[in-house]
Structure formats: structure tokens, C-alpha cells
């Protein structure tokens, strides 16, 4: 369900890929934690990721779930960004004959679906063949 | 901790039940399970099921189905781990009668999946995954499957040909087994043209959607000796889970919780991989059922689907894995499935099982896995 304050209460790593990075051991994680995945310190900061990285891997939905129809065929990947961390994201302005894992993608804020039950329209960060 | 047994079992056929409901499939499977205990009654009840409150607007399904089933007012409830529901009920079931609480345990697992829309039945499932990080971007279950085998078979150089000898496999199985619900032979052919669901992965690498319900009962030694003659033994028993939101994973070629699961099970039951008979594994999608071959420790990393297609895991090698058909063709009736694997095994061990039979098997495993590698539990049973 996509309530206003849920969105609310995650607009940080939605909007600008926000994670958070361990004080002890220097783990980066995404999305944010209170406790370390890989030392279990409790000591961590808030940073923004990089918003450059590349796909290493894809799946192109030809029936998207409901609210997400519209953008069929919905091409979701895992994008390894430059410091490494992974992430979940669907891709944005790309055509699925150019698709290629290991292709340089880099994240823009677009809108997510068209659920608008609760009166919202969430944004997010998609990601895109990077534009030279 | 005391030695725990399975004393009985029932199944309905995975089908689409039309005519039943999650009450009516759970009190069939119920009472064949008690019947084949030589009608002991058991003295509390656990239930896997994953989506009685999405699909069927039910929850409170312990005391639900306990009435219905007409059980009596014992102790029941749900337990809840997506598609790993049946083997993580049948893990707490284990410790109820283990800890010296309950001394006869009825574990069922019961699902209803096909009254909605298809639509409707896989946002149900779908919340299986990370709702804000997964789901929210328009990630299905199925798509993140597929993320796994793309990538898999890109790390791995294996082609959609070669990964499709274990959905082939799944159906011939099945073609046996009375409970299956795709009970039709298919060719890989068929798997690398059949309808893209979210490319690379196509039905034929999926499980159907079904209803089914399965109960075994379970009992400590000295009911057990009492009841029958072919007690099968909880040899040992194991539960991991690990990161939801997949992307974050150090491995996305692997599924650490079922290392770690298969492992306490094995240490438990002080068995080798070597050991095992016969297998009944999670393949909720294809690549699942060649990554749990590699992960329980039967295939080297990468090598699965090149000994699948040397016939390896066929009946007749040792071990023989789903006989039953497995999730692919058996069917799926999501948190009911943990439950029919472990009671495939028992039937194996018996000579009882009315499909594709491994003869002479003494010890047998079952995996179960629910959200994409994130609660698995392993159970190894034994003659």
C-alpha cells in the first residue's frame, strides 16, 4: 500500500539513493539500517550513493503488476553502483533491444506508478543508459 | 530433546479446487493424515499458509481450521513464512513435540489460491518480498526470480536449453504421481518457446498456481512405537534465513540460508550430501531447483545443470531428486508445499509413495524455501 506517510517516512533513499555507511567497519548499506550487516555496530551515518554504476542483471515484465501496466514491458534490474553497493531499481528510457548486462546506467527521479488510492503519486530514482 | 516421528500422513491433489475451500481441502488432508496414524488424535495443531489473509480475508486460521477439522478445542495457530510456511510449521511442530510439550502434533499446511484473479494472486504472493525497496518499484515475484537466473546463467555460461532439462525432468515425474496437479510430459522445446513471464524467464520455467492441503502427524517415540510399525524418523532438522531486499546479498549465485540450513540438519542427523536417497526441493522456478542441488552440497558451484543433463538426479541415480514432480509439476500450493514435500519423503521411505518410487530409500531431504532464499528450512527424515 502506498500510504502518503510511508512515502514520507522513506524519501531519503527514494529520492536520493540515501544509505548508510558503518563508523566501524566502513560497510556501505542500502536501504538505510540501525545495525551493521557485516560487524553488528550500531554506529552508522547517513550518505548519499553513487548515482552512476552498472546492470548486472535484468528481467523485462511484459504484464507488469496493476499500477504499473502503463509501462510495460517494465525492465527491472540490479545495478552495481560505483562504490559497489547494489541496488533494486527499474530502468527508464531505454529501449529492451539496447539492454546489456554490464551496461553504464545512472539514476533519475521519475514517477513510479500510477497507485493513487491514497491521493499520492510516488517518485523515485530509475535508472538510464548513461547520455553522453 | 526427545526423537520425533512421522506417524501419518495426507494430501489432497494440488489441483484448482473449485469446489473446496481452505476449511474443506485442510479437514480432507486432516483426516486422511489421522486415519493413516491409526486415528490418534493429535493434541495441538500448526498450520503453514501463506495467504489466507490476502486471498481469503481469513486470519485466526489455527482455531479456524481446528473447528472446522473438528479437532477439538486444542491448541492451534498459523505460522507464516511466504512460501517457506509449510517447512517452518513443520520446524515449530518438531520443537512442540522435541521439547516434551505436546506428545502428538498434527502439522497441516493448507492454500487457496485460485478463487482471485490472477492478478490479484500474484500481488498476494509478491508480498513475500521487501514491500518499500522490491515491490514498490513494480518488482513481482516471478521478476526477481528471474533476476537470479539471468544472472546466473550469464556467471555460468549456461544456456536456456540446458536449464530447461530440469522443468522436463520435473513433469515426467509427475506424470506418475496421482496428488500432481501438470500430470503431461513437455520437451525442452516447448520450455525455451512457451510465453515470456519476465524475460529470461518463461512459463514453462515457473510452477503452477494451486490449492492443496497436507498433513503429517508427528509423535514422540513411545507413541510412535505404539501406532505403527513404520515410524519414520525426524533425523534432523535445520532454519536459516537471510537479507530480504535481494540486491543487498554478497551472492546472488547462491542462497546462503540454504547452506546454513542444510548444514544444521545434517550435523543433526550426522549425515554426508553423499547420504541422501532421495530429495524433494523447492523449484518454484528452475533456477531455484538447480542453485538448491548446488547448495545442499550435491553439485559443485555452477555444475548443476551439466550433471542434470548427464541424467544425474533422474530416477534411478542416487540421489533422486522430486519425484514427486517437485513445485514445477507436483503444483505449488505455496505454504501448503513445505508440508506435502516432507510427507513425499516419509511415503519414499515407507515404499508407500504411489508415483515414481526410489527403492530401498533410507534417508531423505526436503527444502523448502519462502521469499526469494530468505526463509528456508531443511528437514532430513529416515527409515
Given at each position: 500500500m502506498i500510504y502518503p506517510a510511508r512515502i514520507w517516512r522513506e524519501r531519503h533513499a527514494h529520492y536520493r539513493l540515501v544509505g548508510v555507511k558503518c563508523k566501524k567497519c566502513g560497510a556501505v548499506h542500502y536501504p538505510p539500517r540501525p545495525v551493521c550487516d557485516k560487524c553488528?555496530?550500531?554506529?552508522?551515518?547517513?550518505?548519499?550513493?553513487?548515482?552512476?554504476?552498472?546492470?548486472?542483471?535484468?528481467?523485462?515484465l511484459h504484464d507488469p503488476p496493476t499500477g504499473y501496466r502503463d509501462q510495460a514491458p517494465l525492465i527491472i534490474g540490479i545495478i552495481e553502483l560505483e562504490n559497489g553497493v547494489r541496488v533494486l531499481a527499474s530502468l527508464t528510457d531505454v529501449n529492451e533491444k539496447e539492454l546489456k548486462i554490464g551496461m553504464e546506467v545512472e539514476a533519475v527521479l521519475r514517477r513510479i506508478n500510477r497507485k493513487e488510492e491514497y491521493g499520492v503519486i510516488p517518485y523515485a530514482l530509475k535508472f538510464r543508459p548513461i547520455m553522453i | 530433546?526427545?526423537?520425533v516421528y512421522v506417524v501419518g500422513v495426507g494430501l489432497t491433489k494440488v489441483s484448482r479446487h473449485?469446489?473446496?475451500?481452505?476449511?474443506?481441502?485442510?479437514?480432507?488432508?486432516?483426516?486422511?493424515?489421522?486415519?493413516?496414524?491409526g486415528n490418534v488424535m493429535p493434541k495441538a495443531l500448526v498450520v503453514g499458509n501463506e495467504t489466507s489473509s490476502s486471498l481469503q480475508d481469513q486470519d485466526n486460521l489455527g482455531a479456524y481450521l481446528a473447528d472446522y477439522g473438528g479437532l477439538g478445542r486444542i491448541p492451534a495457530f498459523k505460522v507464516e513464512a511466504a512460501c517457506g510456511s509449510g517447512g517452518t510449521a513443520f520446524y515449530v511442530g518438531f520443537s512442540l513435540v522435541a521439547s516434551g510439550l505436546v506428545d502428538v502434533v498434527m502439522v497441516a499446511g493448507v492454500e487457496k489460491l485460485t478463487d482471485a484473479r490472477s492478478s490479484t494472486t500474484t500481488a498476494a504472493l509478491a508480498k513475500a518480498a521487501e514491500a518499500e525497496y522490491e515491490s514498490f518499484y513494480g518488482a513481482s515475484f516471478t521478476?526477481?526470480?528471474?533476476?537470479?537466473?539471468?544472472y546466473y546463467m550469464k556467471k555460468y555460461k549456461v544456456s536456456h536449453e540446458e536449464l530447461a532439462e530440469w522443468p522436463v525432468m520435473m513433469h515426467e515425474n509427475a506424470s506418475q504421481n496421482p496428488y500432481a496437479q501438470l500430470r503431461f510430459k513437455i520437451t525442452k522445446?516447448?520450455?525455451?518457446?512457451?510465453?515470456?513471464?519476465?524475460?529470461?524467464?518463461?512459463?514453462?520455467?515457473a510452477s503452477p498456481i494451486s490449492d492443496g492441503a497436507a498433513a503429517v502427524i508427528i509423535a514422540s517415540e513411545d507413541v510412535a512405537k505404539k501406532i505403527t510399525d513404520t515410524p519414520v524418523l525426524v533425523a534432523g532438522v535445520g532454519m536459516s534465513t537471510d537479507k530480504i531486499y535481494m540486491a543487498g546479498r554478497e551472492h546472488l549465485d547462491r542462497m546462503v540460508a540454504l547452506i546454513n540450513a542444510a548444514k544444521q540438519a545434517y550435523s543433526m542427523a550426522k549425515?554426508?550430501?553423499?547420504?541422501?536417497?532421495?530429495?524433494e526441493i523447492h523449484d518454484a522456478f528452475s533456477i531455484l531447483g538447480v542453485m538448491s542441488l548446488?547448495?545442499?552440497g550435491l553439485a559443485e558451484k555452477g555444475k548443476a545443470v551439466e550433471l542434470l543433463n548427464?541424467?544425474?538426479?533422474?530416477?534411478?541415480?542416487?540421489?533422486?531428486?522430486?519425484?514427486s514432480g517437485g513445485l514445477k509439476a507436483r503444483g505449488h500450493p505455496v505454504g501448503a508445499t513445505g508440508v506435502y514435500q516432507i510427507a513425499e519423503i516419509a511415503m519414499q521411505l515407507r515404499g508407500d509413495f504411489p508415483g515414481v518410487k526410489v527403492s530401498n530409500a533410507e534417508i531423505g531431504l526436503a527444502s523448502n524455501i519462502g521469499g526469494v532464499g530468505t526463509s528456508i528450512t531443511v528437514t532430513i527424515l529416515r527409515r
Amino acid at each position: 500500500m502506498i500510504y502518503p506517510a510511508r512515502i514520507w517516512r522513506e524519501r531519503h533513499a527514494h529520492y536520493r539513493l540515501v544509505g548508510v555507511k558503518c563508523k566501524k567497519c566502513g560497510a556501505v548499506h542500502y536501504p538505510p539500517r540501525p545495525v551493521c550487516d557485516k560487524c553488528g555496530s550500531r554506529e552508522l551515518e547517513e550518505i548519499e550513493l553513487p548515482r552512476k554504476g552498472k546492470l548486472i542483471s535484468y528481467a523485462i515484465l511484459h504484464d507488469p503488476p496493476t499500477g504499473y501496466r502503463d509501462q510495460a514491458p517494465l525492465i527491472i534490474g540490479i545495478i552495481e553502483l560505483e562504490n559497489g553497493v547494489r541496488v533494486l531499481a527499474s530502468l527508464t528510457d531505454v529501449n529492451e533491444k539496447e539492454l546489456k548486462i554490464g551496461m553504464e546506467v545512472e539514476a533519475v527521479l521519475r514517477r513510479i506508478n500510477r497507485k493513487e488510492e491514497y491521493g499520492v503519486i510516488p517518485y523515485a530514482l530509475k535508472f538510464r543508459p548513461i547520455m553522453i | 530433546m526427545r526423537r520425533v516421528y512421522v506417524v501419518g500422513v495426507g494430501l489432497t491433489k494440488v489441483s484448482r479446487h473449485y469446489d473446496k475451500g481452505l476449511k474443506e481441502l485442510f479437514a480432507e488432508a486432516a483426516w486422511k493424515a489421522i486415519e493413516d496414524a491409526g486415528n490418534v488424535m493429535p493434541k495441538a495443531l500448526v498450520v503453514g499458509n501463506e495467504t489466507s489473509s490476502s486471498l481469503q480475508d481469513q486470519d485466526n486460521l489455527g482455531a479456524y481450521l481446528a473447528d472446522y477439522g473438528g479437532l477439538g478445542r486444542i491448541p492451534a495457530f498459523k505460522v507464516e513464512a511466504a512460501c517457506g510456511s509449510g517447512g517452518t510449521a513443520f520446524y515449530v511442530g518438531f520443537s512442540l513435540v522435541a521439547s516434551g510439550l505436546v506428545d502428538v502434533v498434527m502439522v497441516a499446511g493448507v492454500e487457496k489460491l485460485t478463487d482471485a484473479r490472477s492478478s490479484t494472486t500474484t500481488a498476494a504472493l509478491a508480498k513475500a518480498a521487501e514491500a518499500e525497496y522490491e515491490s514498490f518499484y513494480g518488482a513481482s515475484f516471478t521478476s526477481l526470480n528471474a533476476l537470479l537466473m539471468h544472472y546466473y546463467m550469464k556467471k555460468y555460461k549456461v544456456s536456456h536449453e540446458e536449464l530447461a532439462e530440469w522443468p522436463v525432468m520435473m513433469h515426467e515425474n509427475a506424470s506418475q504421481n496421482p496428488y500432481a496437479q501438470l500430470r503431461f510430459k513437455i520437451t525442452k522445446e516447448q520450455v525455451i518457446t512457451s510465453r515470456i513471464i519476465a524475460y529470461p524467464l518463461r512459463l514453462l520455467d515457473a510452477s503452477p498456481i494451486s490449492d492443496g492441503a497436507a498433513a503429517v502427524i508427528i509423535a514422540s517415540e513411545d507413541v510412535a512405537k505404539k501406532i505403527t510399525d513404520t515410524p519414520v524418523l525426524v533425523a534432523g532438522v535445520g532454519m536459516s534465513t537471510d537479507k530480504i531486499y535481494m540486491a543487498g546479498r554478497e551472492h546472488l549465485d547462491r542462497m546462503v540460508a540454504l547452506i546454513n540450513a542444510a548444514k544444521q540438519a545434517y550435523s543433526m542427523a550426522k549425515i554426508e550430501p553423499r547420504d541422501l536417497d532421495v530429495l524433494e526441493i523447492h523449484d518454484a522456478f528452475s533456477i531455484l531447483g538447480v542453485m538448491s542441488l548446488e547448495d545442499l552440497g550435491l553439485a559443485e558451484k555452477g555444475k548443476a545443470v551439466e550433471l542434470l543433463n548427464e541424467g544425474r538426479f533422474h530416477p534411478g541415480d542416487k540421489p533422486t531428486a522430486n519425484p514427486s514432480g517437485g513445485l514445477k509439476a507436483r503444483g505449488h500450493p505455496v505454504g501448503a508445499t513445505g508440508v506435502y514435500q516432507i510427507a513425499e519423503i516419509a511415503m519414499q521411505l515407507r515404499g508407500d509413495f504411489p508415483g515414481v518410487k526410489v527403492s530401498n530409500a533410507e534417508i531423505g531431504l526436503a527444502s523448502n524455501i519462502g521469499g526469494v532464499g530468505t526463509s528456508i528450512t531443511v528437514t532430513i527424515l529416515r527409515r
